[in-house]
């Protein structure tokens, strides 16, 4: 192969690796996202029970 070739084709798979690498970025963000979405949801939960005469304090 010629040498341009080589370099066309390693250029290609880093341009992969590197649109893999931003989709993996994306979807461990998303995930954290939602899962302090998820801990958001459980303490207002938690605070509703406590402070609305639903908890513990009643």
């Known amino acids: 192969m010629k040498i341009k070739n080589i370099c066309g ?7 992969d690796m590197v649109i893999d ?8 963000r998303k995930s954290t996202e939602n899962k302090e979405i998820e801990n958001m949801v459980m303490l207002n939960n938690v605070y509703n029970k406590l402070t609305n005469g639903g908890g513990l304090f009643r």
Do not use: P, S, T
């Open 21 to 28: 690498l931003v989709d993996l970025y994306i979807l461990i």
């Open 9 to 15: 084709i390693f250029i290609i798979a880093m341009k």
